[in-house]
């Protein structure tokens, strides 16, 4: 590899069979810190069950993942976030019946300690979750309010704060803003600036490629299951990832070699 | 969207109104019944007969809590009231076995717990419907009962068994401090600790509950376990109230607990609703109980009556948008 800087996230020869199904073959894909990686493709090219296994929800029929230089295994969502892998699924993310903080909280309570260990600290986990929504500047009127009653925009961001909040390394995105509306979609993207200028690592499944060429630096398209290429945001067209996702064709790369290799 | 969603400013303005507005069915109907009742007949504002209805609301309320916890997780567990029979029945057989009182209460709990584990474990990791698990376990803990029974009631208990629903401390009758108890104890789980806090998730985003990693099976079984040894505790005040142990006698009691937690406001789907609710839902229930009984109306047709009541309620509750 002639890349300047080690990439992050390593996938190596990832695939994934349901059934009589290929629904990824082979497929290698880095993840840098600091940049947002832009996932395409068409429906069923796979993008879904690459996260899915990058996020232990899935596990992988064979291939390797390597994490800041050394080989992990990733089995369960645990283990991912173990490493600072945090997934933000579409609809997934957050239950309406809970406040802000509880969501931002879930599955990792913070409690009291000695002997009242089995009690949360509510106090604690409300004043972090208030501190967190500051710093990535996302404006919610209550942390008690329960999600049930806020807006798309509202909780998406309240799905990604929470996966910043454990020290997240990478941030996967599945669909952000899907469902939201075009000033919503904004305060999304400027949520994903503030963790790229963080350090983090973004990556990001997204049909809308006006978003993707706004906010990513490097886009992967997916075709049935099989990587077509990957192209740095400055170095590549429209019109270039619109052919690769319809034909399934990567065009020949220029000899310079700046553009990343392509199995 | 529901209309508080649309106006979040509007709801703000006023905390008091917004409160109002989320009161369940069972705040009113309860408020409506205890004025008419008043008026109508002059035994029911009485410290005897508010006492009466206390004490007739403690089993109730005691089953309703737990019955809260499983509904708030999108289940539900048509056992209770059978379950309660036989935990009440064993422990009888054991008192009158010569059994240290502790030791037989603890059987009884195992029981109820043990009923928990299965109905939970069934639904939790085997992904069966919680309505047809718990009504697989009201058969087999009724029948148990019966067995153990041969359909009789377990009667020359000890005489102390009397104090779990004859006994008073300072001022207060026993049943209504294992009802205060049982309420604090199901409150701060709910609300202070992972348990509560998970049971709420269950309802409301399984699947989010999951991949947060957390063992979201483990606790769902956990919320049976915990119903079920809640309805142990109940039977031991019923069996005291009695002075005997009935195999038969919590069949029915299911009914009221699930209608003590509609009426309460907690809801089906999606984990909404809450413990506090629950107490005014067995409030209501108990009075209006109370209040047929004073009125001569038979038990026969009460049910009927409570039926129609919880239907009154939910349909109050949807029209109002507290239910989408």
């Not at chain 1, 990604?160 to 020290?167: D, G, H, L, P």
């Not at chain 1, 398209?221 to 990587?227: A, H, N, Q, Y």
């Not at chain 2, 509007?10 to 507005?21: D, E, I, N, T």
């Amino acid at each position: 590899m002639d890349q300047q800087t080690q990439p992050l996230v390593a996938m190596r020869g990832i695939s994934k069979r349901y059934g009589g199904v290929q629904a990824l073959a082979d497929v290698n894909l880095d993840i840098y810190a600091g940049e947002v990686q832009a996932l395409v493709g068409d429906n069923a090219a796979g993008k879904s069950t690459l996260i899915k296994i990058l996020s232990g929800a899935v596990p992988r029929d064979s291939g390797a993942i390597h994490f800041d230089g050394r080989e992990v295994d990733i089995g369960a969502p645990r283990d991912a976030k173990a490493l600072g892998i945090e997934t933000v699924y579409q609809d997934l993310a957050l239950a309406d019946n809970l406040d802000v903080a509880s969501n931002i909280f879930l599955g990792r309570e913070l409690t009291l300690n000695g002997p009242l260990r089995p009690f949360l600290d509510l106090r604690r986990m409300e004043e972090d979750a208030r501190t967190l929504l500051s710093r990535l500047k996302i404006n919610i009127p209550s942390i008690r309010q329960k999600v049930r009653s806020m807006s798309g925009g509202q909780r998406q961001s309240i799905a990604i704060a929470r996966s910043v909040y454990f020290n997240a390394r990478v941030v996967i995105l599945d669909e952000p803003t899907a469902a939201l509306g075009v000033e919503e979609t904004r305060k999304v993207y400027d949520l994903v600036r503030e963790m790229r200028s963080h350090g983090l690592a973004v990556l990001m499944i997204s049909h809308n490629l006006n978003h993707v060429f706004e906010h990513s630096d490097r886009i992967t398209v997916l075709k049935t299951g099989r990587l077509v290429g990957t192209r740095r945001v400055a170095e590549t067209s429209r019109d270039e990832i619109l052919r690769m996702i319809v034909s399934g064709e990567a065009d020949p790369l220029p000899a310079a070699g700046q553009r990343e290799a392509v199995s | 969207m529901s209309a508080t969603g649309a106006h979040p400013q509007l709801v703000k303005r006023s905390r008091a109104l917004q409160l109002l507005a989320e009161l369940p069915g069972a705040a009113y109907l309860l408020a409506f019944m205890s004025v008419m009742l008043t008026l109508a007949t002059p035994e029911f504002f009485s410290v005897a007969n508010l006492t009466n209805v206390a004490l007739q609301v403690s089993v109730l309320s005691i089953v309703a809590f737990g019955m809260t916890l499983v509904i708030l997780t999108e289940g539900i567990d048509l056992s209770l009231g059978p379950v309660l029979g036989l935990c009440g029945v064993v422990m009888g057989l054991l008192l009158v076995g010569g059994w240290p009182p502790l030791l037989a209460i603890g059987v009884a709990l195992v029981i109820g717990a043990a009923f928990g584990t299965l109905n939970g474990t069934l639904v939790a990791y085997v992904g069966m419907p919680p309505f047809i698990v718990t009504l697989g376990a009201f058969g087999i803990a009724m029948s148990i009962a019966m067995v153990l029974t041969q359909g009789n009631s377990v009667t020359g208990l000890p005489e102390y068994v009397r104090l779990f629903n004859d006994g008073v401390l300072l001022g207060i009758p026993v049943p209504i401090w294992a009802t205060a108890a049982c309420f604090a104890l199901t409150y701060v789980l709910l609300y202070h600790t992972k348990f509560g806090r998970y049971t709420f998730a269950i309802g409301g985003n399984r699947q989010a509950l999951i991949l947060s990693g957390s063992p979201a099976r483990f606790y769902q079984v956990l919320v049976y376990v915990y119903a079920g040894g809640l309805a142990a505790i109940a039977s031991f005040i019923m069996t005291a109230r009695m002075n005997a142990a009935h195999p038969t006698i919590g069949v029915g009691l299911e009914f009221d607990a699930i209608a003590a937690v509609i009426l309460g406001g907690t809801s089906f789907e999606k984990g909404r609703g809450g413990i506090i609710g629950t107490v005014v839902g067995a409030l209501a229930v108990g009075v209006l109980r109370n209040g047929l009984n004073l009125m001569g109306v038979s038990t026969e047709w009460q049910v009927a009556v409570v039926g129609l009541v919880i239907i009154l309620a939910v349909s109050l509750d949807s029209l109002r948008g507290l239910n989408q």
